[in-house]
């Protein structure tokens, strides 16, 4: 299964692309961890991406696909991967045509998550997240059983720098002007299926299910 979740900051994409993973055994691809993991090696490439990343800007294409064309040459793959946040422009997605093109492989869907932006705005205010193995959780949707560290690996949970609200509002804006017009290049591929992002927490999983077969 190869899948794409395309959707706004903060629309719940992280949270599906773990959900469907654990569902069908299939490794998650999130360039947001790949890349806040290149910020704290202290390289000029992880000064750079940080740069971008705190002021709620795209990291520059020619980074992101060199890091994602890389991830995808792994062996592990054979069952097929999740995309979480990849692509989100034009170059990107043509980037990941060939690279798909090269290895004779075809995407499955292309998962949009729906949500209104006031939704975002307070979600991600209570967003919590695990710096070591990626996991999410929201201080009233999905709180930690202990207080402060991750359930799986115990480490301690942060907030995200670009989680503050004028850097998420700002995301919003790149969103709309680079990213969605993706969904419309994807639409006439018939690989589209629109998510309700308002959907409580419980019930993602049975949706996925119906959804995904
Ligand atoms: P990235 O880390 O990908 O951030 P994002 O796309 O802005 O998305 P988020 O991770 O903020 O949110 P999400 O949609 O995964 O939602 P989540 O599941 O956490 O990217 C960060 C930055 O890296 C970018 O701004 C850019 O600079 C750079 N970057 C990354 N990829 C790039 C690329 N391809 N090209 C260039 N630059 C790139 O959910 C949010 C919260 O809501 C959580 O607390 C969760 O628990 C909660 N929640 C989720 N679903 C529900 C629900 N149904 N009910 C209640 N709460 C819920």
Redesign the pocket.
């Given at each position: 299964m190869r899948i794409v979740?395309l959707?706004?900051?903060?629309?719940?994409?992280?949270?599906?692309?773990?959900i469907i993973g654990d569902m069908y055994s299939v490794p998650v691809i999130?360039?947001?961890?790949?890349?806040?993991e290149v910020t704290t090696q202290g390289t000029r490439l992880g000064i750079v991406?940080k740069d971008?990343?705190?002021?709620?800007?795209?990291?520059?294409?020619d980074?992101?696909n060199h890091i994602?064309a890389e991830r995808l040459r792994k062996p592990d793959l054979e069952k097929g991967f999740i995309l979480?946040?990849?692509?989100?422009?034009v170059a990107?997605a043509d980037a990941l045509d060939k690279i798909l093109e090269e290895a004779g492989l075809k995407l499955d869907h292309v998962m949009v998550?729906d949500i209104k932006d006031e939704?975002?705005i307070s979600?991600?205010s209570?967003?919590?997240?695990c710096p070591k193995c990626g996991e999410?959780?929201?201080?009233?949707?999905?709180p930690p059983k202990r207080n402060k560290t991750c359930d799986k690996c115990g480490f301690k949970l942060i907030q995200?720098s670009?989680?503050k609200e004028d850097?998420?509002r700002h995301?919003l804006v790149?969103?709309r002007e680079k990213?969605q017009p993706l969904i419309d290049r994807y639409q006439k591929r018939g690989l589209i299926r629109v998510v309700d992002?308002?959907?409580?927490?419980d019930?993602?999983p049975a949706e996925l299910r119906r959804l995904l077969g």
């Open positions: 979740i959707g706004p900051p903060g629309s719940g994409k992280g949270t599906r692309a773990r999130t360039t947001g961890d790949m890349l806040r991406a971008y990343m705190d002021r709620g800007e795209l990291v520059p294409d980074i992101v994602v979480d946040g990849y692509p989100r422009s990107q998550v939704t975002i979600r991600l209570l967003r919590r997240s999410i959780y929201h201080l009233e949707s999905k995200r670009d989680d850097v998420v995301r790149v969103y990213t992002g308002d959907r409580p927490m019930a993602i």
